[in-house]
């Protein structure tokens, strides 16, 4: 059965906080989203849809699309994708201390002592995130991010088609507006769509991210020095210029002896990846799997 790809862009309609890591009071932001983020997006919005369970809905989505990375752009044709360069980490064409001052902003908080209603000791903490609107040349401008969604054609979720026809009730009644990432009780993550538009070829090759996919495999190709655009699972086989991390993430937890079951509260295993925008030393041609991570082995079709 074979798959089709869409390219989807998004409008940022509130700050997009992805949790990172905390550096000392500050609680850092990914400034990209996840395809787990996105994945979550998605599989809560097919369950509120059609009632169906979580979990379930979960496996399915995992079974029949797959995700990109969504990234910033400020134009619907140049995300800013992360590189590796010998002048230090750049965003597109933003050296990284540019991109943190146009895009990365933080808010303060605290929290009160309930018996005197004074700030909590030791509870003062900022927390990074992406905003919505930048401003670039003293012009302000909105931001989008960008990715793409591989659908398996001729299959459905529940009652939900997979396709981005017009009409489409993926489209209309579940990725219209997604919420991803954390902070979201003071209003963070939401997103709406802009664009679903089918990226295809008769020769089943395509552009994702300014590189050549194959639509049926669903993977793709990476020329010599040219940055990854998600985390790639570290192999032997494997040399890459960049930087590494155990990538973990929450799961749902449906055990009966767990008190809080529920979305978020299981650590999935980690995994030992290269950072999105390491760069490959040699062409090569990477799985596009669950969450949109990249492996060099073969993976289910």
């Not at 590796?84 to 009160?112: K, M, V």
């Not at 009652?159 to 991803?180: A, C, F, G, H, W």
């Not at 090759?205 to 049926?216: G, Q, R, S, V």
Request: aromatic share 12%; net charge neutral.
């Amino acid at each position: 059965m074979s798959w089709k790809v869409y390219k989807l862009i998004y409008q940022a309609e509130t700050p997009i906080y992805i949790g990172y890591y905390k550096l000392g009071f500050i609680q850092c932001t990914r400034y990209y989203i996840l395809g787990r983020n996105f994945w979550g997006a998605v599989t809560a919005n097919l369950a509120r849809t059609t009632g169906g369970n979580y979990e379930k809905i979960g496996q399915e989505v995992n079974n029949k699309i797959r995700f990109t990375y969504l990234y910033p752009a400020l134009e619907k044709d140049r995300p800013l994708l992360p590189r590796y360069t010998e002048d230090g980490l750049e965003y597109g064409s933003y050296s990284a201390p540019e991109f943190e001052r146009i895009f990365i902003h933080a808010y303060t908080q605290t929290a009160l002592e309930p018996t005197t209603l004074t700030a909590e000791e030791g509870s003062l903490h900022e927390t990074e995130y992406i905003a919505p609107l930048v401003e670039v040349n003293n012009e302000f401008k909105p931001v989008s991010f960008i990715g793409y969604i591989f659908l398996k054609e001729g299959t459905k979720i529940e009652t939900i088609p997979l396709d981005l026809d017009s009409n489409s009730q993926l489209k209309e009644k579940v990725l219209s507006r997604i919420y991803v990432g954390g902070e979201r009780k003071y209003g963070f993550g939401q997103l709406r769509l802009k664009d679903g538009t089918p990226e295809h070829t008769d020769d089943k090759l395509f552009n994702l991210f300014n590189y050549k996919i194959d639509e049926d495999k669903v993977s793709i190709t990476i020329p010599r020095n040219k940055p990854i655009p998600a985390h790639l699972i570290i192999s032997d086989s494997l040399t890459l210029k960049g930087n590494i991390e155990p990538l973990v993430g929450r799961e749902y937890e449906e055990d009966a002896q767990n008190k809080h079951p529920g979305f978020g509260q299981k650590i999935s295993n980690a995994k030992l990846c290269w950072l999105p925008g390491s760069v490959v030393t040699r062409e090569k041609q990477f799985k596009i799997d669950d969450y949109g991570i990249l492996e060099v082995q073969n993976g289910r079709k």
